[in-house]
């Protein structure tokens, strides 16, 4: 056993509304470890970072942070103290400098004016003791997904942090960038650095961890040496059961005489002159599933956007959808046609947060006959309706009547899944179905697809995830820089590291290679 530099002691977290998020948990963080929290989304691993970090405080227990008892009255006391946190979604001001992103509400000074060249001279040299090949004077707006991550762990290291928490931060990255930032991390262990290492990506979990922590249903289920535990064993303590985790068996295929849900033919967007979706073209045929893999920012949302009419610019060339040109037409219009959408914005996008379940869960159908009398909504069928889906769906929540805004992020990404699911659609756009939420809710999410799309439906599916996109898809686009990069006829014919060198533009593929996205 090392030296314990953080130490939770019965620490409960009850909300006002009796919510009892964490329940007397017990855990020692050692100084120089990279430690894993992990649980399904609501399992209260939130709640515990945001205590660890000063953003709310314990309802009762113990905190010590280096043999002393803390009592954290905001984020900025922790930080003082030496703990920074990487947030899923990072906290940078795009058009700011990397400089001045870092040492933003702590610059050296010159007299009282600020020192900007020791400014720049203390990042640079921070940047390059960690190998994060930085330009500090770079404005962080025109830095890739990758660089930025490594700007918020710059902030953190500029204010002498000794225990890091990073929510997530593989979610946007390619394998060779998650490869580099693991290095990265083992470095920072070797300089005597703790790392708090949140992630629903258990093989990853397994590759970074000397310990991990499981939190289910907001109680502790133990702390881990990792090679004493298999991912089984790992899955099982975190839902409370074993993972039917292949997908090849919930998988047939039919082409349904090569008919097409959608087609998509040079579409091309600008945006302050310059091409943000490049003459793109592809179909998607009826029973099956086309992944768009790419590194966030190279025009997949937006392309997405564009097909299910929510753009906010113009844009050239055609839309089809079951056979009707629907370049023109509005989203409700495009529904008509047979659309459904899974938005990868589900708080912004996907609900209308301060109403209950049951009217979110309805909301891009409410007008269907069943749901409706001649001159008022029928009650009784949309509670039927709202019951079976948060029974179907395993929507954790008291009611239907439950606020969605206050479920957890997987269950609500539950609502909204079956909402479009129910829609019985013959395209399905699912922008990033599972981002951020857990294993449970992924693999009923996955399922929900390969149900459409053994049904007949066509599913443009666009992730991140290229284990989700290799492992669901039958075929696989790649998208840089507003282009198609590559195109793949047989997703189980190609490796994630082979996706990421498209991804990073590192390779690209003839125009006739490409051309199959659209006539195969």
Do not use: W
């Amino acid at each position: 056993m090392g030296e314990t530099i953080l130490k939770l002691d019965n620490v409960t977290k009850v909300y006002g509304n009796g919510t009892v998020a964490n329940r007397d948990i017990n855990m020692e963080f050692e100084k120089g470890e990279i430690h894993s929290i992990v649980g399904e989304n609501g399992a209260g691993k939130s709640t515990l970072m945001k205590i660890i970090f000063g953003i709310e405080a314990p309802s009762s227990g113990q905190i010590y942070y280096k043999n002393q008892e803390i009592h954290f009255a905001s984020s900025m006391d922790a930080i003082r103290s030496g703990i920074g946190m990487v947030h899923q979604h990072f906290m940078l001001i795009p058009s700011f400098s990397v400089v001045d992103n870092i040492i933003l509400g702590d610059e050296p000074v010159k007299g009282i004016f600020l020192n900007r060249k020791e400014a720049i001279r203390m990042t640079q040299e921070l940047s390059d003791k960690y190998d994060f090949e930085l330009d500090v004077t770079a404005k962080v707006s025109t830095l890739s997904v990758a660089k930025r991550q490594k700007v918020e762990i710059l902030k953190t290291l500029y204010r002498n942090a000794e225990l890091i928490i990073l929510d997530e931060p593989t979610s946007v990255l390619t394998p060779q960038e998650t490869e580099k930032l693991f290095k990265q991390l083992k470095y920072f262990k070797e300089q005597g650095h703790t790392i708090l290492f949140i992630s629903h990506k258990l093989d990853e979990v397994k590759q970074i961890s000397d310990r991990i922590s499981v939190l289910r249903n907001g109680v502790s289920r133990g702390t881990y040496r990792n090679e004493d535990l298999t991912m089984e064993q790992l899955t099982n303590l975190i839902i409370g059961r074993d993972l039917e985790n292949d997908m090849d068996e919930f998988k047939t295929y039919d082409d349904y005489d090569n008919e097409k849900a959608l087609i998509v033919k040079n579409l091309t967007m600008k945006h302050n002159s310059r091409n943000i979706i490049d003459d793109v073209s592809f179909a998607v045929k009826r029973g099956e599933i086309l992944g768009i893999a790419g590194v966030e920012g190279n025009g997949q949302m937006d392309l997405v956007k564009c097909i299910a009419g929510l753009q906010e610019v113009k844009y050239e060339g055609q839309i089809n959808i079951c056979g009707h040109d629907v370049s023109n037409l509005n989203i409700k219009k495009r529904r008509e046609h047979g659309l459904a959408y899974i938005p990868e914005d589900r708080m912004g996008d996907g609900i209308a947060g301060p109403l209950p379940i049951k009217d979110n869960i309805i909301s891009s159908y409410y007008d269907a006959k069943e749901l409706n009398k001649p001159l008022f909504m029928n009650d009784k069928a949309i509670m039927e309706t709202s019951n079976r889906l948060i029974n179907d769906f395993a929507v954790k929540t008291e009611d239907a009547f439950t606020p969605i805004a206050s479920l957890s992020g997987g269950n609500i990404q539950k609502v909204v899944v079956a909402r479009e699911y129910n829609s019985n659609p013959e395209l399905m756009l699912a922008e990033q179905p599972t981002h951020g939420i857990d294993i449970g809710s992924a693999e009923l999410v996955h399922h929900r697809l390969i149900d459409l799309r053994n049904n007949g439906s066509g599913i443009l599916l666009v992730s991140a995830d290229l284990d989700e996109i290799i492992n669901l898809s039958d075929r696989i686009l790649v998208m840089y820089n507003g282009k198609i990069a590559a195109y793949f006829p047989d997703a189980n014919k190609v490796s994630d590291s082979e996706l990421g060198m498209y991804m990073l533009g590192a390779k690209t593929q003839t125009a006739e290679e490409i051309g199959g996205a659209l006539n195969d």
